[in-house]
């Protein structure tokens, strides 16, 4: 209800800028008719067994520049989207984007409203942003912009002589949205098994109120041609990290602050990136607490190099490390999956371009050497002409244990097709 009347507020007061009687100008309309589907096949156990993807999407995008904040080079943007979703059986229509842009000043930016929010280096790899993640649609084989959910936030930026920053606050939490059965199977820690059916869990998310305002900063600047960031996150886990009832099957999402920094730059042959960010679980300080995730310390180099011939590959090397790793493994009930205190993590993106550029191959690698899983992404789009591109995936789990990350999703590998008319 909540959200429902910020869209109604936020669609009436796009509506007045249009209408608004001072000069104004505004760009084409533009935007997109997508069809997907996407065949399940494996050992699955989800709510439908041969197919966890089938959508019809439009998405329109338009631009309004008000006249009477021309001083402020004032931008109105709208990006609509109309689904149905024939995995879900319903039709929804909403506003991805729409949000206000302003410049006060030539040191300051602002923009306000509904918009995607994202920094940070790695490539599909989120080490210090924290705004919410869609991987339900990641892990499906919708396109990969539908990763990143959008928020209702205020965001500012100031362009200093010495350091330039850039302030996000979020009035409202927003989760990821996750894997809870009813589309993916999962494993399933309170059963200790693979849960392929909705269930009836509480997931409580914080109140609306003042404290429980999310806030990111970074600042950066650059040093010598390298990016230099650091940052600083105040809010909560994306995911339902806290149980407050085992048995009635209740969760809630812990407090965090996550304090950070990331490096960028060219290195002998290619891009380098660092990134490092401690995550500080304020709901259990001790570590010894089993309902709540422990504090923890995340690290990812990566690599990027242009090979010639149109062919491109990036590498990326992550570590986890569980803090407090002694309290985290004597609050575990007997028998429960004990995670090791370092999981480590290797991708690899391959791009390879043919026939002068329209032929797009594709292929994005998780390896995972502690928890003996993997996850690959295989596709191959085609540029039909200027308006029609086709892309054809897959996704592919498999694990040697039921409980890590890619090894419980095993059952939930398909084949996608997708095809997407531009105007």
């Known amino acids: 209800m909540r959200k429902r009347f910020l869209y109604n507020v936020a669609a009436a007061l796009f509506f007045v800028f249009v209408f608004h009687g001072t000069p104004a100008h505004g760009s084409p309309v533009h935007g997109f008719v997508e069809g997907a589907y996407g065949a399940k096949f494996g050992d699955d156990r989800a709510e439908k067994n041969t197919f966890n993807l089938a959508d019809v999407r439009l998405q329109l995008k338009y631009s309004y520049f008000p006249g009477f904040l021309d001083a402020l080079s004032g ?30 000043s030539e040191v ?130 994306k995911e339902p990290r806290g149980i407050l009832d085992a048995a009635k099957e209740k969760f809630f999402y812990p407090r965090l602050r996550v304090y950070g920094f990331s490096l960028r730059g060219v290195v002998p042959g290619g891009i380098g990136t660092l990134e490092v960010g401690y995550y500080d679980s304020r709901n259990d300080p001790s570590g010894r607490d089993g309902n709540i995730e422990n504090s923890s310390i995340k690290y990812l180099a990566g690599y990027t190099r242009d090979l010639g011939g149109d062919l491109k590959a990036g590498i990326q090397y992550e570590v986890d490390q569980i803090l407090d790793y002694g309290g985290y493994t004597s609050s575990l009930s007997l028998g429960s999956p004990v995670r090791d205190e370092f999981r480590h993590l290797l991708t690899l993106r391959l791009t390879k371009l043919f026939l002068a550029q329209t032929l797009k191959a594709g292929l994005f690698a998780f390896y995972s050497p502690s928890d003996r899983d993997v996850y690959l992404r ?25 409980y890590t990350e890619f090894g419980s999703l095993e059952g939930n590998n398909n084949v996608y097709l997708r095809a997407r008319y531009s105007f």
């Not at 990006?79 to 206000?100: C, H, I, P, Q, V």
């Not at 919410?132 to 209702?152: I, Q």
């Not at 920053?165 to 399933?188: A, K, M, Q, T, Y």
């Open 378 to 402: 295989p596709s191959l789009s085609y540029d039909v002409s200027d308006n029609l591109r086709t892309t054809v995936g897959a996704n592919i789990f498999s694990g040697r244990f039921d």
């Open 108 to 237: 300051m930016d602002i923009k306000a409203g509904r918009q995607i929010l994202t920094w940070g280096t790695g490539d599909f790899l989120f080490i210090n942003d924290l705004f919410p993640k869609d991987y339900v649609s990641f892990f499906t084989g919708r396109d990969d912009e539908y990763l990143k959910l959008p928020s209702d936030a205020l965001r500012v930026w100031l362009f200093l002589d010495s350091v330039n920053l850039d302030f996000v606050l979020i009035p409202f939490f927003e989760p990821n949205s996750s894997i809870r059965g009813d589309r993916l199977s999962f494993f399933d820690g309170l059963k200790g098994e693979i849960s392929g059916q909705a269930t009836n869990r509480t997931f409580v998310e914080p109140a609306v109120s003042g404290e429980n305002m999310e806030f990111a900063l970074r600042a950066y600047r650059n040093i010598r041609g390298y990016e230099a960031a650091f940052y600083f996150f105040n809010g909560f886990y």
């Open 75 to 104: 931008e109105v943007y709208a990006k609509g989207e109309a689904l149905a979703d024939g995995y879900d059986e319903s039709l929804n229509a909403y506003f991805r984007e729409l949000n206000l842009f302003l410049r006060p």
